[in-house]
């Protein structure tokens, strides 16, 4: 049971937020419960919905994104993110169960790749307070600077989605993952 109100559809949801469930109900086909709860506030679910599509169309590859997508949730204890970038790397970013392993554990089976998700453990670890070093390793693994600051947003991004479905008790309605079994 959440612990603050779960719409029980579009229509149940505040009025400034039922054309914003209606756009995600249209592009994934129903409306997840992270976004039923988020709509609780329709600037919150505002702004999340317009940095996500934002960086959907940034420089980084849809697998790059859910890698640190799984890395974040694990890093934070979300078995909501966990359950739904499971999914989502699965079924949409074509990861194998060795790569969204990889990820769970701050790590990836790919030597590029490996550069963004360990910076963006790094980034969780330290709060944003990387060294020199962690920033020079994930530009000599060829990644640019606009993927650098698109890599910090994703795990900003992320970490909101972590603590909404952390702090509000946002029940699973993917196939459930949980971060003790990394």
Not at 99 to 112: F, Q
Request: aromatic share 4%.
């Amino acid at each position: 049971m959440t612990r603050i109100t779960l719409p029980a559809s579009i229509d149940a949801a505040p009025a400034n937020a039922q054309p914003l469930l209606e756009g995600v109900k249209k592009l994934l086909g129903s409306v997840p419960n992270l976004f039923r709860l988020t709509a609780n506030s329709p600037a919150a679910l505002e702004g999340y919905l317009g940095l996500n599509g934002a960086l959907a169309k940034g420089a980084l590859d849809p697998q790059t994104r859910e890698r640190i997508a799984l890395a974040v949730a694990q890093l934070n204890g979300c078995d909501y993110c966990l359950s739904a970038h499971t999914y989502l790397g699965k079924n949409l970013a074509k990861l194998d169960d060795a790569e969204i392993a990889a990820n769970r554990n701050g790590a990836s089976t790919d030597p590029k790749a490996n550069a963004a998700v360990r910076f963006a453990v790094a980034l969780v670890h330290n709060r944003g307070q990387v060294s020199a070093a962690d920033v020079s390793a994930v530009k000599e693994a060829g990644f640019s600077e606009a993927e650098l600051v698109e890599i910090v947003a994703h795990v900003a991004l992320n970490t909101l989605t972590n603590y909404l479905n952390e702090a509000f008790d946002t029940p699973i309605d993917f196939p459930v993952v949980t971060a003790s079994a990394a």
